[in-house]
């Protein structure tokens, strides 16, 4: 039964990040791009056969995550106790290194996933599914409807995917929120400062030094670098073309979205409904939970019960 201050979203969300997880050995993969530049993979219980079938796990990490981050850890030991081989997908620069190039990742960026499902399908003959938390959550949804990407995975889990950006950028900026958006946005704009020392991101895209740390919102970030910087005219338009939402209706293949109402990043009201869904898409929607918290039991007993479900989901499709 959940504790009574577990129902607290604040408490659901930080509880989960701080609570110590026990780091595992892993394997790495520095995996190059098309475009000159790489993404770095780290794998748990590695399939070390090109011809195993052991089924393969990618996750895809939230914003500013990593390797590091605890939901990343407890999906790795729980989904490779369940007989999973398991790869985690930094995003560009997520890793120890800075990326190449002066563009870097976003919400709605399917490329990098695609190229890198692309070679685990050509090279094992295992099922692959994907995991994506928060942003990459998003970024596991626009992939699974993309029409090109639909035979790469044989399912997907989706856990407090910010799929209405907007609404997102919104939310985190009122009341307990902005201490979330001012902890995430340290990391950003750090490495937004040794970009622009390393490319001339005044000439590319406007963008100097002092400007950067005055940037104090999402929306300001999004504005300044990350819509310009990848092509996008402006933060509401890469917003409205990165939302995942909008485009549930053309994933065919089984995908479940977990998703707490109380989230402190994204607020209800992004969760979707089930006529904009496909057939496909399996919404399990908790009253309680915060943002990729999800917690049951005590402080002392804690039982952080969603990386079964998550396992258990994905085992049934095999």
Known sequence: MIKYIFLNAHIQTLFATFYRVEDTPLDHERFTLSDGDFVDCLWYERVLEEGSHKPIVVLLHGLAGSVESPYIKRAMRELGSMGFSVVLMHFRGCYKEPNLLARSYHSGEIGDVKEFISYLKDKYRSKLFGVGFSIGGNVLLKFMSHSDSRELLSGAVAVSAPMDLT???????????????????????????????KFDLKGLIGLDSKEIDAISSFWEFDNRYTAPIHGFKDAKEYYQLCSSK?????????????????????????????????????????????????????????????????????????
């Open 246 to 318: 909008g485009d549930l209706k053309d994933i065919v293949k089984p995908t479940l979205i977990i998703h707490a109402k109380d989230d402190p990043f994204t607020g209800a009201g992004v969760i979707p409904k089930i006529d904009e869904v496909s057939t496909f898409v399996t919404l399990d929607i908790k009253e309680h939970g915060g943002h990729l918290g999800f917690v049951d039991g005590s402080f002392f007993k804690p039982d952080f019960w969603i990386f079964k479900r998550i396992g258990n989901y994905l085992s049934n499709l095999e």
């Open 167 to 197: 609404l997102c950028a919104n939310k985190i900026e009122q009341g307990f929120s902005r201490l979330y958006q001012q902890h995430l946005l340290k990391p950003l704009k750090r490495q937004l400062k040794y970009k622009c020392k």
